[in-house]
């Protein structure tokens, strides 16, 4: 396992250096259009050979995986936050409001993600905020629900109204005492979670549900490269192997994590 996970690591570490290092040292433009140059193969000056419109392929697989890590990673920022907030305010709330998060929280888990980000997309058009925002909406019940679970075992403890014998407001306890503790264990989800959101935007790419033209991201790059998988299979090769290599050195570092403070929590 330990063999496996470094391996992934340094592959994965590879991968995200590559992805942002790389434009710098080659400076080709993934929007350029060069209709002299129409569906080529890999060449010297196009690894990965040039699309219907002459763009650099392997210009695009790289811009599209940086988009597509760029909003995963800022959408599991915005449903932690958001998550944490409504799970806190829940479990130290009123009764009614508790009511209210705890069935919207069994709401958003019942629906599909992709389904509910697809619906939403069919009524607007398209953008990389709105995208971020919506992925970053449906994707916060889990950690809601998880703090909510967890900040009702604290406020058990003795130590809670003893904080609230002192003069200590609500807010306050909850902030300085209940919340900081808590956050390794959100952070145990958050890989699990990155990865499931990287999936989701190449998935919305791949339905034509995600970032608009000319805007690369790796499913909409899948989607282009399916139609020449027999005779241009090398312009499948970034995006799909990008995905599978972040996909499970992310889904086994949560493990990893959630094992690391299961032990502690032993010990």
Known sequence: MKVLYKTLFLLAGALVILLFILPLLRGENPYTLRLERIDEGSSYEFPLGTDQLGRDILARATAGGRNSLLIAFTAL???????????????FGPALWERFVTGLTDLFLAVPGLLLALLILGFLEPSPLRIVLILGVISWAPYSRLTRQLLKKEIEEPFVPALKALGLSRSRILRVHLLPPLFPILLAQAPLDMASLILMEAGLGFLGAGLPPPLPSWGSLIEEGRY?????????LLPCLGLMLLVSFLSLLAERYALKQSSRNLQ
């Open 77 to 91: 920022s915005l449903s932690l936050s958001m998550g944490a907030l409504l799970g806190a305010t829940a479990a």
């Open 228 to 236: 020449s998988i027999i005779t241009h299979p090398e312009r499948l």
